[in-house]
Every structure is written in C-alpha cells, then in structure tokens.
C-alpha cells in the first residue's frame, strides 16, 4: 500500500501528466519537490491554483497537481494572471511557474509590481540561462562571456533575479539550486507558508543547450561552486523540530511566519541573518566577487502587509458574493458621487 499523508492522499494524487521535457532537465527536479513538499504538508490540491507564462518552465504545470486549477497565459504576463484570480479567491494559494526569459526579459515589468503588491503567490523562476524553447539563445540571465556553439558570445552583463527582487522590496527571496532537492523542498514549503509573496530564483540546468562545464547553470560548475548560508529545514507548527544527523553544532536561528510556522536555520560557516535586507545584497554581490552560487533563504520579512490586507478583501471569496452584496446602492453611489465632487 502506498503512503498517505495527514488527509489520506498518496503522492500520486500530487502529479500530472508525464513530462515532456527533456531527460534530465532541472525543471522535473523541481516539480518533483513541488509534488513532494505538498504531499509532506498535507495541502489539499483543489487548495492550490498553477499559473504560468511561456517557456519550458511554463509547460511544467501540467506535469504537477491534476487535480488542481491551472492556467497557461501569455508570455510574462503570468502575475497579472494571478493577481485577479487569487485576489477573486483569496482562499486558494497559487503557485506561479515562470523562466528567466518569461520573468527578466518581457516579464520584468509584471515580475516588479507583483513584488511591491506583495500578492501571496509562491513565484517560481526555473533559471536556466536560455530560451530552451526556442533552442538556445541566450536569456537575459545568461553570464557575459559565456559561449555556446550556436549563439557565439553573449557581450550583455547577465541580470540577477534575487538581487531585483530585493531592490523591489520583496519580502521572500530565496535562491536554490536544482541539484540540491533537500533544500529546494526545505524553501518550498517556507514559501508556501509565507503570507506574501515568495520568490525562489532555482538555477535549474539545460541540458539540452547550456550545460557547458564554464557555465554557472550547468550541473557540474553548480555543484563545485555552491555555497549554501544554512542548512534549511521547514517546521510546521506544533510538530517536533528535527536536525539532520551529522550536522556540525552552530548558531540556531528560528525565523517565525504569520501563522506561526517556523524556519529553521542552522549556521554553518557564518552568522547570516536572512531578516537583514541590506546583508542580503552585500552576500549577493559578495559571491560575484567570489564566482560561487549563493544558496539559501537570502531574506525574509512576515510582517509586511500582503495585498489583500492592503485593499482590506473580505475572508469570503469575492467570486462567490452574490450581487445584491456587491453592487452599490443608490446612498452609496450618491455618496461616492459627492466625494467626488467635493474633491
């Protein structure tokens, strides 16, 4: 018999149809955490919506979650479909799965204003560095210098995800590496649990057009160089923390989210502080310097409003209201009016 979670689901109730990527590819690493972390938590798939733009990140969708919502837009618009539909449902949690083409190259602009919105999304980037889809050019995080057979030299400085997240003031920036699948599902379910939004950059390698040995997203220079802050567990409330076995002793660090769940942080070769913004990016810049991959929870703020405590959403659905509840009545438009025309 296979094993079940705290509602009776078996993992298989978490995947989609079979992947159509190529064998090898870090985004089936990462849907398989996905899978994995939300089988360990018990979340009902019904509970979860999937959004995504274009790209071969953006097909992963379908090969996760079946029985869960899910909807395939345009190319970067990804967080504007998010927006409306978790702001019409704000029971739902969403999981957005985007690219570092659908998010750094005609994306930037939806990617910043879902970050000062602080919408409650879990906002995945599989980052591989190139358009796989369309067989390889360079993307916009692709590194200078960096020479595949088909693209010659790309002679543009490449763009961090991380480092625009946090100058947008996100409050969850992470960035992991796909071949790290324990702390890839650590950060998983710390994002999930989060009350905004939650940015993951995965370095996810192509095999197919970027694994080049001299390539910061191919598997063997990210398994040389990666540098990880902390090993990472998640906590849910209420339940036992657990260590792995071997870890050296160090600095514990407990980072409390809005519903009282916890990160758990144990320091390995320096006190690093994930609440302290400023230390976030003087890290990220560091590691330029260094030319190693800075993994981990790089900064995290749970108390900043989320957007549906901005606008102030009620608890019920808004999809669900009926319409004497939300169309204005005379008063109010009379009301409204003479606001108006006061001002």
């Not at 602080?118 to 980037?125: A, E, W």
């Not at 916890?262 to 260094?290: C, H, M, N, W």
Request: proline letters at 6%.
């Amino acid at each position: 018999m296979p094993a079940v979670n705290a509602i009776g689901l078996t993992k298989a109730d978490y995947k989609g149809a079979p992947s159509t990527l190529c064998q090898g590819c870090g985004h089936n690493s990462i849907l398989s955490q996905i899978i994995a972390a939300l089988f360990e938590m018990s979340v009902r798939p019904e509970d979860v919506a999937k959004f995504s733009g274009i790209g071969c990140s953006s097909k992963a969708p379908t090969y996760m979650l079946s029985r869960s919502f899910g909807f395939n837009g345009l190319h970067g618009r990804m967080p504007a479909l998010a927006t409306g539909a978790l702001i019409a449902d704000r029971t739902i949690k969403g999981i957005g799965m985007s690219g570092d083409g659908d998010t750094a190259s005609i994306g930037m602009g939806h990617f910043k204003h879902i970050i000062r919105r602080n919408m409650p999304l879990v906002y995945i980037v599989a980052n591989n560095g190139v358009y796989g889809l369309t067989k390889g050019q360079f993307s916009a995080t692709a590194d200078k210098g960096l020479r595949l057979k088909r693209q010659g030299e790309n002679p543009f400085m490449p763009i961090d995800i991380c480092m625009e997240a946090l100058a947008s003031n996100a409050t969850f920036v992470a960035r992991t590496f796909a071949g790290d699948p324990k702390q890839v599902k650590a950060l998983l379910k710390a994002a999930f649990h989060h009350k905004g939004l939650a940015v993951i950059d995965i370095i996810s390698p192509c095999v197919t057009f970027n694994n080049r040995p001299d390539s910061r997203y191919s598997y063997t220079w990210a398994k040389k160089h990666e540098i990880p802050l902390h090993q990472i567990d998640f906590v849910p409330p209420e339940k036992e923390i657990w260590l792995d076995k071997g870890m050296e002793p160090g600095e514990i660090r407990d980072i409390r989210l809005h519903d009282g769940s916890v990160v758990v942080l144990k320091q390995v070769d320096k006190d690093y502080d994930p609440t302290d913004r400023f230390g976030a990016i003087k890290a990220i810049e560091e590691s330029y310097k260094q030319n190693v991959l800075l993994t981990g929870l790089l900064y995290i703020d749970p108390e900043a409003p989320n957007l549906f405590e901005i606008l102030d959403l009620p608890e019920e659905p808004l999809n669900r209201l009926t319409e004497d509840r939300i169309k204005p009545g005379r008063e109010m438009l009379d009301q409204i009016n003479a606001e108006m025309f006061a001002a």
